[in-house]
């Protein structure tokens, strides 16, 4: 086990980040999970078992000095980072024109500054390993939708990442970008209901942030846009 490799994600207590963190766990990686509720980190862990492979940190995806520790903690628990995945993120469910302009700071740092910060944190950890960043976007950053502010958000994750990809692949580390669709998750409390038609579970996406994970080494998948059947846009 202390061989393991290691695998940090952001928002990791519900919805895509919990289920990639139960997929990892159950190949034999080591995980650390960052969340703000602490309470909702320790019913994650408590449902999995509190394995000995899992740690969790609360702290806030879009405060550096929270990013930075979460790190600094994962290193000093297994010893290495060989993956990180910027999964935190929302959206207010509004537009630039009709909407409450009161969640945007808050919606805008968590999606784009939030993952920029991950990856200042942990770059030198994943030089030392040649890993790998995973970027969790969405459809919305490559469909325009009528005043979307949460996909101008996603827009900028798909400019992160490929900016990001061009600098550190000198280093032998690899950039994911998964942009998923329509997924049944917590994302959608606050709309107040399920889209309609068929959603993604958050199962099925993981399956595709795992899979890109396990690639041998020197391959490099870089986008993965991923609809439920019947999700036109």
């Known amino acids: 086990m202390t061989d393991a490799p290691v695998a940090l994600i952001t928002g990791g207590g519900t919805g895509i980040g919990a289920a990639v963190a139960r997929q990892l766990l159950d190949g034999?990686?080591?995980?650390?999970?960052?969340?703000?509720?602490?309470?909702?980190?320790?019913?994650?862990?408590?449902?999995?078992?509190?394995?000995?492979?899992?740690?969790?940190?609360?702290?806030?995806a879009a405060e550096y000095a929270d990013v930075r520790a979460a790190v600094e903690a994962t290193l000093k628990e297994f010893g290495r980072i060989d993956t990180v995945v910027a999964n935190a993120g929302f959206a207010t469910h509004d537009t630039v024109a009709e909407g409450d302009p009161e969640g945007w700071p808050e919606m805008?740092?968590?999606?784009?500054?939030?993952?920029?910060?991950?990856?200042?944190?942990?770059?030198?950890?994943?030089?030392?390993?040649?890993?790998r960043i995973v970027l969790v976007g969405s459809v919305a950053g490559f469909v325009n939708g009528p005043g979307n502010l949460y996909g101008a958000t996603k827009w900028a994750i798909t400019g992160l990442a490929e900016n990001t990809r061009r600098q550190v692949t000198e280093w032998g580390v690899g950039v994911t970008h998964i942009a998923p669709g329509r997924v049944e998750t917590p994302f959608w409390d606050s709309y107040g209901s399920l889209p309609?038609?068929?959603?993604?579970?958050?199962?099925?996406?993981?399956?595709?942030?795992?899979?890109?994970?396990?690639?041998?080494?020197?391959?490099?998948?870089?986008?993965?846009?991923v609809r439920p059947i019947g999700q036109p846009n």
């Not at 034999?28 to 078992?49: N, S």
């Not at 805008?108 to 890993?131: F, Y």
């Not at 595709?208 to 870089?222: E, F, L, M, T």
Request: net charge neutral.
């Open 28 to 60: 034999g990686h080591r995980v650390a999970v960052t969340g703000r509720r602490e309470e909702r980190l320790r019913e994650f862990a408590a449902r999995l078992g509190d394995p000995e492979g899992l740690l969790t940190l609360p702290g806030n």
């Open 108 to 131: 805008v740092l968590t999606n784009v500054l939030g993952p920029a910060l991950l990856i200042r944190a942990a770059i030198d950890a994943l030089k030392e390993s040649k890993g």
């Open 196 to 225: 309609p038609g068929h959603l993604l579970s958050a199962d099925q996406l993981a399956d595709s942030v795992v899979w890109a994970i396990r690639q041998p080494a020197g391959v490099d998948v870089n986008t993965m846009v």
